[in-house]
């Protein structure tokens, strides 16, 4: 890279976690680093964490201090955007309402900017990942949780409040289990890596299913199955695990659904802790969501696996600093 290149720190703050990374305007990743975030304390313990991320990545490159533009710092949401403000995420109990891009701008001296996760997220893939070229792309993230981002045309779209594109809590039953946000059968109470848990161990607890790796990797205990433990059995061919997935593909389908009908994208980006294990079913769900799709071209939309991995909150974080202005 040439030295006076500008570059970006990413910072992407979670529950037990603040990571963050320098990053040049081309989306590469030049170090990163980790540190706990102390979620569960005051507002000001909770920015101590942010500040020492910061701290140990600027340590990590001293020389390069000097070339940083702006810093991009991504939360899990609700937050706003347009004011900088991180409301009331589930994990980040620490801050309700907290002006987070005020306080680092304060201690900093550099242009900040905040986002929800899975908006900056999209913004990288769409600037310089596995969306790059389409005019308008749908990013998901599957893991613990299911977000969602829209860009259209190199932008993040927020909406009027900031609040736009909470795909995860897109209701497909309204009969379904009670998500974490409140309202009944959202895809993120349907499909993410608990709810594809919770499914295993309550067909385990029914017995009469032939399920002997999955119950082999949980110790033989069916309350320690988890999403990582199912992934695992159905790359084994476990036939429990297989139709297990089989469910959270054809669920994914019908949410996709509606998603096509409603933003109809140039792309799809799938990402997340899950995104690997989904993409094994990416045959299906095309299949699957012609079915639940009035679009008649919806199989001409790609369905593919999202560039950045684990990084990309700190890649996400980064685009936000150089991005075109958001609608």
Same mark, same amino acid.
């Given at each position: 890279?040439? !030295?006076?290149?500008?570059?970006y720190?990413?910072v992407d703050?979670?529950?037990?976690?603040?990571?963050?990374?320098?990053?040049t305007?081309r989306?590469?990743?030049l !170090?990163?680093v980790?540190v706990?975030?102390?979620?569960?304390?005051?507002a000001a313990?909770?920015?101590?964490s942010?500040?020492e991320?910061?701290?140990?990545a600027l340590?990590?490159?001293?020389?390069?201090?000097t070339?940083?533009a702006g810093?991009?710092i991504?939360?899990?949401g609700p937050?706003?955007p347009?004011?900088?403000?991180?409301?009331n995420?589930?994990n980040? /109990?620490?801050?309700?309402?907290?002006?987070l891009?005020?306080?680092?701008k304060?201690?900093?001296?550099?242009?900040?900017?905040l986002d929800?996760d899975?908006?900056?997220?999209?913004?990288a893939?769409?600037?310089?990942?596995a969306?790059?070229g389409?005019?308008?792309?749908?990013y998901?993230?599957?893991?613990?949780?299911?977000?969602?981002?829209?860009?259209l045309?190199?932008s993040?779209?927020h909406g009027?409040?900031?609040?736009?594109a909470?795909?995860?809590?897109?209701?497909?039953?309204?009969?379904?289990?009670?998500?974490?946000?409140g309202?009944?059968?959202?895809?993120?109470?349907?499909?993410?890596g608990?709810a594809?848990?919770h499914?295993?161990?309550?067909?385990?607890?029914a017995?009469?299913?032939e399920a002997r790796t999955?119950l082999a990797?949980?110790?033989?205990?069916?309350?320690a199955?988890?999403a990582?433990i199912v992934a695992?059995?159905w790359?084994?061919g476990? /036939?429990?695990?297989?139709?297990?997935?089989e469910?959270?593909?054809?669920?994914l389908?019908?949410w996709?659904?509606?998603?096509?009908?409603?933003f109809d994208p140039?792309?799809i980006?799938?990402?997340?802790?899950?995104?690997?294990?989904?993409a094994?079913?990416?045959?299906?769900m095309h299949?699957?969501?012609?079915?639940?799709?009035v679009?008649?071209?919806c199989g001409?939309?790609?369905?593919?696996?999202?560039?950045?991995?684990e990084?990309?909150g700190?890649?996400?974080?980064?685009?936000l600093?150089?991005?075109?202005?958001?609608?």
């Open positions: 890279m040439k !030295s006076n290149e500008p570059l720190l990413g703050v979670g529950g037990t976690k603040v990571a963050a990374g320098l990053v305007s989306g590469e990743i !170090s990163k980790r706990p975030m102390t979620s569960r304390e005051d313990a909770g920015l101590r942010v500040e991320a910061i701290d140990a340590s990590a490159e001293p020389a390069r201090k070339s940083i810093i991009g991504v939360s899990p937050v706003d347009l004011r900088g403000i991180v409301v995420p589930g980040l /109990p620490c801050w309700r309402n907290f002006p891009v005020d306080e680092v304060r201690s900093r001296g550099l242009p900040t900017l929800n899975a908006n900056a997220a999209a913004l893939e769409a600037r310089w990942g969306g790059t389409y005019p308008s792309v749908f998901v993230t599957i893991g613990t949780g299911i977000g969602t981002g829209l860009v045309d190199g993040i779209y009027r409040t900031g609040a736009a909470e795909g995860g809590h897109v209701s497909i039953d309204y009969r379904g289990p009670l998500c974490p946000c309202k009944r059968g959202c895809i993120e109470a349907l499909a993410a608990p594809l848990a499914r295993a161990r309550e067909r385990l607890a017995r009469g299913v999955l990797l949980a110790g033989g205990d069916p309350d199955v988890t990582e695992k059995a790359h084994s476990d /036939p429990l695990a297989t139709a297990l997935l469910e959270t593909a054809d669920l389908a019908i996709l659904g509606n998603m096509i009908d409603l140039d792309v980006v799938v990402g997340g802790g899950m995104g690997e294990l989904i094994g079913w990416f045959g299906r299949q699957q969501t012609a079915k639940w799709c679009n008649s071209r001409e939309i790609p369905l593919v696996r999202a560039h950045y991995g990084d990309s700190v890649a996400g974080g980064a685009a600093c150089i991005s075109p202005k958001t609608t």
